[in-house]
């Protein structure tokens, strides 16, 4: 029998959190996604949505042993980590995976100028593992992570996941490239699921934000039909986008990929 995927998503805004009025359905925190496959817990990224997540995962009333992904140290990212509560707790084991200057960066936030509590004072065993472009690991001989380094100006460290004939992509933040990206494509080749960064409409990139480091749905659908993929989730959604927008968006990039969606907080997706 094949071990349960599921993927959910706690934070898919992008740059801030966006409370509100105009945000309620798909959601205002910042970038978290939790992933159990069998037994195991994976996180991506430690945006605000890692806050509700830490107080979710403490109900359960066990240990936990919890491997982190980090794609890259922008706010957005990394913003929730000093309130993701399970770090506080000295019976927890946390591996936090990243790019080079991860460890720095992450417990830098805890400086007394940003922070009342130190990151000596965390009680949970916290251990960084730091990974470059094109890296491939094991977890517990089941889960096979691949990285690769995308178009973005933070070192961004977009994330493979494999185990059990099944494969998710978080690719964090990307500027797609002009020409077809076959790295890229080869990334995502067959994909259960691409999770991918439409911060933009294809005509606001056009007018005046290329070169910011962030992609569209348009580009996201081409990427998908291309590499062949089961699902594609729009994410990282700007903090301009109400509610009525993101429904909008959403009937457009069906109506050209009908396996496509928009990501929203609370959302679960079964692989
Ligand atoms: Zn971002
Ligand atoms: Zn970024």
Redesign the pocket.
Known sequence: MSKDFAVKFWGVRGSCPTPGKQTIKFGGNTPCIEITIGDKTLIMDAGTGIRELGLNLQQKNKELNIDIFIT?T?W??IQGFPFFSPLYVSSNTFTIYGYKGIDKILAGQFQKSFFPVQFEDLKSKIEFKILANNNSIMLNDEIRVTTMLTN???K?LAYKLESDHKTFCYL??LEHSVKSDSALINFVKDADLIIYDAKYTEEEYLNSKSGR?HSTWQEGVKLAQAAGADKLMIFHHSPLRSDKELEKIEKLAQAAYSKAAVAREGMVINL
């Open positions: 890259h922008h957005d990212h973005h100006d933070g961004n964090g933040d480091g």
